[in-house]
């Protein structure tokens, strides 16, 4: 079954086509860089920016896979959560072109999406497995027993992992999306030089990262210019080490004291190469078997939203057509 998937829910604008949920066809995504002035997403901007570009993306995405619209037999878009004003721009393009087209469409929760990225890549995965969102919106750690059952054993008390990356970026002056450009920094750096605080690590499943920010900005605030250009990769290398920690070792306790045997990341910051390196190294010890999606797969991407509204569609069918964007879309 041939699906067109169609995520719009921030920043990137993705048309993919996923043929039965497990073959990638085309997964087209269009990053936004206008907002790189801004040093974060202005919804208005974005809107305008998904109005602007989503049907010359959705053009390439069928080129790219060789088909012809009269080929897709399905349609999929997220509905939440995230900015209100680019999700109603894909979920309306999406409902209007299924309408058009007499063919069923799914609403997907972008959660769920991201969820489904290692069901896309990786075939050897167990339904039955534990999964780490982690992004810039969310950080979560949830139990798969099947897709669509879910539980949440925990999440973040206040800021996102993601958002913590992006907001250390921007104080210690560089660019965004902050994630990247503070992994390609730490690894000049020595992830020893300061301990930063681990926050909550004896609270279960839950996360916390505000203090962590707060911790790094009054340290960096409290250096000459001089040492702060010295020492700035060794800063990011030690604050990247204080987030990855906490990540790993919750996600590794949990996946011991559930007897999960597989573990799974995804989101934006799945894409960190210490946060694959630590996990895979942590896991292995524990005898757990580790899985991350392709970095393309790790952002915000329509592929991931395709394989998920097929498996949605393939347990409970099509979704009505007066669904709305919800920005605070819970996974559960």
């Known amino acids: 079954m041939l699906t067109l998937g169609i995520e719009t829910s921030c920043d990137e604008t993705s048309v993919a086509v996923v043929d039965s949920g497990s073959k990638t066809l085309s997964n087209v995504i269009l990053s936004q860089s206008v907002h790189t002035k801004f040093g974060g997403v202005v919804p208005e901007v ?24 009269d080929q897709i037999q399905l349609i999929a878009a997220t509905m939440g959560p995230g900015l209100v004003g680019p999700l109603l721009v894909g979920l309306s393009f999406a409902k209007g072109m299924a309408w058009g087209m007499e063919v069923p469409f799914v609403a997907v929760n972008h959660m769920e999406g991201h969820l489904a990225a290692n069901l896309l890549s990786q075939p050897d995965l167990d339904d039955n497995h534990l999964t780490l969102i982690v992004s810039g919106g969310h950080t979560m750690l ?26 250390i970026a921007k104080v210690m002056g560089l660019g965004y999306p902050g994630g990247a450009e503070v992994d390609k920094l730490a690894k000049q750096g ?53 987030v990855v920690d906490i990540l790993v070792e919750k996600t590794v306790k949990a996946a011991k004291e559930k007897n999960i045997r597989d573990v ?64 605070y879309l819970p996974l559960d």
């Not at 305008?48 to 959705?58: A, G, K, L, Q």
């Not at 605080?197 to 960096?220: D, N």
């Not at 934006?268 to 005898?287: C, F, I, K, P, Y």
């Open 264 to 327: 799974t990341i995804s989101g934006g910051v799945a894409a960190n190469s210490r946060l694959r390196e630590l996990m895979q190294e942590r896991l292995t010890r524990a005898g757990k078997r580790f899985f991350y999606p392709p970095i393309q797969l790790c952002t915000d991407n329509a592929a991931m939203i395709a394989a998920a509204g097929y498996f949605r569609f393939q347990k409970w069918g099509a979704t009505e057509f007066v669904v709305d964007a919800v920005p």
């Open 46 to 69: 974005a809107s305008r920016e998904h109005v602007r570009t989503i049907i010359p993306i959705y053009k390439q995405a069928l080129e790219e896979a060789g088909v012809t619209r």
């Open 190 to 242: 020595d992830r020893t030089y300061e301990r930063f605080p681990r926050a909550m690590r004896h609270h279960e499943y839950r996360f916390s990262f505000s203090g962590l920010k707060t911790a790094v900005a009054q340290y960096l605030d409290k250096l000459s210019a001089e040492e702060r250009d010295k020492h700035l990769p060794d800063i990011a290398a030690s604050f990247q080490e204080a």
């Open 142 to 167: 949830v139990h798969v027993r099947s897709f669509g059952e879910y539980e949440i054993l925990g999440r973040t008390v206040d800021d996102a992992a993601g958002e913590a990356f992006d907001k």
